[in-house]
């Protein structure tokens, strides 16, 4: 399980502002540009460490926005300058995963794609590889492919994939038809869920083979895909800033769940690879703090353990990115984010409500802490 | 009820750390130099503005520790500079007070001095020079005189003087023996003290003449009295240094209600004036809260409210003094203090435990931020 996979390539998509994380995630320094484990990689470089051994050096590339590029190529300078594409605005995650597979193919011709989030955890590199190589061995055989993440709690904040039958495919023994999609459940139908043991969780990791990418666009979404191909075709020419500011601006604003994964999964199309290693999209803070290592005292630091002093406060949660002294008194489960302009304190069962202090600091024109 | 009050000087004894306050209150910056009410002058400053109309210029003194000294000159520069005392080192308010006595003596012969906190809020000026008028009236007369608060609630935080019979003395008709003081009460007893009405708050505000506390002093304590006289007849002269050098390291560490009022009110020899303005000692958190106005939400915040962004967190007290946006989301009580160096966190509930926290960090070794 070390080799490189022939023929293989991975696509990063840099983009999301992990509002739920802030002020920690802003928009000029998003998720996936923190250390959110505390390993010393941030989330983009960990992406980038778990793919490189699959597709050999120069198989990595990343589509981030603009004002993000420099960081990128900062943070993985083993990711050629060229391979780092820039997308002038943010058109979701199906713009820009193809327009991966369309500058792919124009310089490479049909290779298996791998598209993985750059702001994910994973944990667990023999298995993710293990479920990469079925999925490629999938795409290969033109399925779009999903991995079903095994789901450990009936969670309502992912959305799953149900499986089928196996496909009884060459080198990937465990693959399934894909049986459909459902979005982020109810806690009740996300219990039923896990009771039929059918169900995983989409982590909206897809492999499929470019052409085949591009070929279902050409069916579900001609214009997205004509302008894709138009874009792909300048790239490497001195036409591309013209041909971005003509077509990128109109192209179709879609995730690639609905322009192609659902459609596809409903025509027999989609294929799931178990996926049997520990995932998690960092969404919130409560995410954050389950995948920290607690103190003595069941808090969870992340940065220097010294700079918080926690008396009577439970399964605290400290970010202390300021470099300032952080106390805490007598309130469990609370979360304080200290960084240098801006600091949030709320607890544990609020994670998921964070987005309304944003929302109210835009609404108060601070849009300097956004 | 607007001129001076002729032989009346007032002593204010500017110490304590306010470590219940801490981090806006720290040893190098205590509370007394703190704008505590948003009002624009600090707790010393206020103290000077509310008494120099008593004494008239010239006749505030301060006694304070030896690093405080310049920044209370740069606070109060109506106080001359030799009217700043500087302390070598903290040995408790008899020694402050007894050195202010000795050395008006030593200057002015047997003035009524007065001695406020640096530290306390007052609200109600007309109350306030009435009590005192009729203070110094009892002064004279050869009284000890406290000022004793309306108490509005059987509060569990303050110590309590018991008055007696009225004394009829002239220019003090108010003016009753004092039959004697008790430590912070528990609840039942506070409720009890309360419901006899004989009982009031005893704010640590002392009227008496100079020589009749220096003989008081000179009677239950003559170490202490004969050391501070001692420094006071060295104090405007070259030997000084040599004198505090010699004598203050050894004074007894006593407070002046042990040292004077208990032992004096046993033999008869104290009165107390009913101050019937509201009052607060600004012991902790919770008591600053409930003196700042509320904001519409009922949140009270100390410094711009534009820093201060709060979601669902009722009854907040909020203290942005690091011109740093704090948003809370969901913690209703919350008490979130955030200087340059130091955020503390936590609730109204806890407000007398902030204690634990600076103990905590001493015992980190992070005397830095104390």
Known sequence: MSSSIP??????????????????SRAGHPKFLHDLTGSGRTLLQQTVDRLVPLTGAGGVMVVT??????????????????DVLAEPSPRDSMAAIGLA?????????????????????????????GAVREGVAAARAGYVVTIGIAATEPSTAFGYVRSGALLGIEGGPGVRLAAGFTEKPDAESAAEYLATGEYRWNAGMFLVRAEVLLDHLATQLPTLHDGLRAIAA?????????VLADRWPSLPKIAIDHAIAEPVAAAGGVAVVPG?????????????????????????????A?????????????????GR????????????VDTPDA????????????????????????????
Chains 1, 2 share one sequence.
């Open 65 to 82: 926005g603009e004002r993000h590029v420099d960081a990128v190529r900062a943070q993985v300078p083993e990711v050629a300058a060229a």
């Open 306 to 322: 010294t700079l918080a002093s926690l008396v009577d406060s439970a399964r605290a949660l400290v970010i202390p990115a300021a």
């Open 101 to 129: 597979a369309a500058v792919l193919v124009h310089r490479h011709g049909d290779v298996v794609l791998g598209s993985f989030a750059a702001d994910h955890v994973i944990d667990g590199a023999d298995a993710f590889e």
């Open 343 to 370: 600091l949030l304190v709320t607890t544990l069962a609020h994670a998921q409500q964070v987005k309304t202090v944003v929302d109210r600091l835009r609404a108060d024109g601070r849009v300097e802490l956004l």
């Open 7 to 24: 023929g293989f390539r991975a696509v990063i998509p840099a983009g999301g502002a992990g509002t739920r994380l802030w002020p920690l």
């Open 234 to 242: 300048a790239w490497d020419t001195p036409d591309r800033a013209a």
């Open 276 to 304: 049997d290693f520990s995932w998690d999209d960092v969404g919130d803070f409560a995410s954050l703090a389950a995948l920290l290592p607690g103190t003595a005292e069941g808090a969870r630091i992340l940065g220097p």
């Open 325 to 336: 002294q952080v106390a805490v008194l007598g309130i469990p489960d609370v979360v304080v």
